[in-house]
């Protein structure tokens, strides 16, 4: 006879369900439930060891329609929406002025 064993997978939960969040401005709004954000890293140049500023675009769904252009927000990482959309909006944290 074999003896089935029922273990916890939290640690598998866990891993699966830790989805990135980065900040970033919305510099297009133009589409109907999609934002485009865009987010500035600084890393360091591995010879001259000199940061240097890296910007990426990111496409998010926004329900809503809540964000506006210079808005900061908060994105999450989600399943694929679309061809280029992989994130959906949090919360925005500051309104443009």
């Not at 989805?19 to 970033?24: D, L, N």
């Not at 769904?61 to 252009?69: L, M, Q, S, W, Y």
């Not at 210079?70 to 061809?83: C, I, L, Q, Y």
């Amino acid at each position: 006879m074999t003896e089935i064993t029922t273990t916890s997978s939290t640690a598998e939960d866990a891993v699966r369900n830790a989805r990135k969040v980065r900040e970033g401005v919305v510099v297009s709004n133009k589409m109907n439930k999609t934002i485009v954000i865009s987010i500035v890293e600084r890393v360091r140049h591995p010879r001259y060891s000199k940061f240097v500023a890296r910007t990426k675009k990111l496409y998010a769904h926004d329900e809503t329609n809540d964000a506006k252009i210079g808005d900061r927000v908060r994105v999450m990482e989600t399943r694929p929406m679309s061809k280029q959309k992989r994130w959906r909006l949090i919360e925005v944290l500051e309104r443009a002025k």
